[in-house]
């Protein structure tokens, strides 16, 4: 009995203690101090391409730095850097069957200077009908890597320029594809486009710490630290939309769980933290991330998004997309049995905000990917707004939010759990 209650006072105290290196390591004062850098005017709303976000940048890496993370494998610096490459077309001349086509009525998908299509040229030609869906038929061919000539019905002329959308800022692309309004099928054709292109770099920033006995696998805590920069002044005059919530918050939340992680130090699986550039542009920073990694050595994905306001269940509570499509949810909602805190499934699914985040890419590729959030989709007040200050978020709750995921991760991050695959989209 005597030997029974010192186990038990024991166990007593160790918990203590370790609730207490949480609320000293991860608390609002921290949350509070990070929150306000990246949401300050001086940030700007940290657009991407902009110096505004180098500075974002900047900060995170200091923060990794004082965390002492180590470089991602490969390099040699916190900042993870590609590039992405706008054509802005020169001129575009054709002739399908001797006939002049216009310029207007021709649009390349494209990061080639000069693109020449004829008769023999290898290019495979194929056609939108009219009555088809013309963005759902021109994606699939964007989204291949062949070289196409794709002749678009002429019934189909009033959304035809508006094709122009698929070729904004894009990876460097090895194929190219060209739309040609017309009503011919041409034997006999000849194409010229020329573009100038321009290269704007950008950067994830990002850390690890290396795992004990599981080193090849990875466990990712993210969230994009870019937003909207600076826009028309509302009727306040304010003009920057600071992102506080969307996604300073995020941003917070894994700068606190890499210092959690780091200082508890029995990690058994390699943790990543990555802050991702370009989600509000189209989510180029997870995309290249995600390109960087073995989707088969990635245990799971915890993206942070928007975890500034309660959710609608109130405090303590958040919300996890793609729920039922693993278990990941459930091994989270387990190690939480004792605690005040409750995760649910994503109660917004007809917005799709499981394949509309950073996790989207890893989650095709099967990983346990998910977004863990608060953001009301449906009444939000300041979403992309320009009131998304740090005054309209709860301090408090965003530390017992982050808290709540450093803890129920822990039987990931130590090699215990490991969340089911979600089926793989093609
Ligand atoms: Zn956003």
Redesign the pocket.
């Known amino acids: 009995m005597k030997r029974f209650i010192s186990t038990a006072c024991f166990l007593f105290a160790t918990v203590i203690a370790s609730s207490q290196s949480i609320d000293k390591l991860i608390n609002v004062e921290e949350v509070e101090r990070i929150e306000k850098i990246l949401s300050s005017d001086a940030m700007e709303g940290r657009k991407t391409f902009t110096p505004s976000i180098d500075r974002a940048a900047d900060f995170i890496g200091e923060e990794f730095k004082k965390n002492n993370l180590q470089y991602f494998p490969g390099l040699n610096g916190y900042r993870q850097q590609f590039s992405m490459i706008k054509a802005k077309l020169l001129s575009a001349e054709a002739t399908f069957d001797g006939q002049i086509i216009e310029q207007k009525n021709i649009v390349a998908v494209t990061t080639s200077a000069e693109i020449i299509i004829h008769n023999t040229s290898g290019y495979e030609k194929v056609k939108i009908a009219a009555g088809a869906n013309l963005f759902r038929e021109a994606s699939k061919y964007t989204q291949s890597d062949k070289n196409y000539l794709v002749i678009v019905d002429t019934s189909l002329a009033t959304s035809f320029n508006r094709l122009g959308r698929f070729s904004r800022e894009s990876f460097k692309k090895k194929n190219n594809i060209v739309f040609v309004l017309s009503a011919l099928d041409p034997a006999d054709y000849e194409i010229n486009i020329k573009n100038e292109l321009s290269e704007s770099k950008l950067a994830n920033v990002l850390g690890i710490i290396p795992g004990k006995s599981k080193k090849d696998e990875y466990v990712v805590f993210s969230a ?1 630290y870019d ?2 920069g600076i826009g028309k002044p509302n009727d306040q005059n304010d003009s920057i939309y600071n ?1 506080a919530n ?2 300073a918050a995020g941003t917070t939340a894994i700068i606190l769980l890499s210092k959690y992680f780091k200082l508890l130090n029995n990690n058994e699986r390699t943790l990543v933290f990555v802050a991702f550039t370009a ?2 542009i189209g989510g180029f920073g997870s995309r290249y991330f995600s390109q960087q990694m073995d989707p088969e050595k990635v245990m799971a994905m915890f993206n942070i998004e ?1 975890i500034g306001t309660e959710s609608k269940w109130g405090t303590n509570s958040a919300y996890i997309t793609g729920y039922e499509k693993s278990d990941f949810g459930k091994i989270l909602q387990a190690n939480l049995v004792d605690s005040k805190f409750h995760f649910e499934p994503d109660p917004y699914p007809k917005q799709n905000l499981f394949m509309r985040s950073d996790n989207a890419t890893l989650a095709a590729q099967g990983v346990p990917a998910h977004t863990i959030s608060t953001s009301k989709m449906d009444s939000e007040k300041y ?2 707004t320009q009131g998304d200050e740090i005054g309209t978020l709860d301090m408090n709750n965003m530390a017992e939010i982050i808290k709540a995921i450093a803890l129920s991760s822990a039987s990931i991050v130590g090699g215990k759990d490991t969340p089911t695959r979600i089926a793989k989209s093609p």
């Open positions: 994009h937003h909207l992102g969307d996604d989600e509000e928007m979403y992309h």
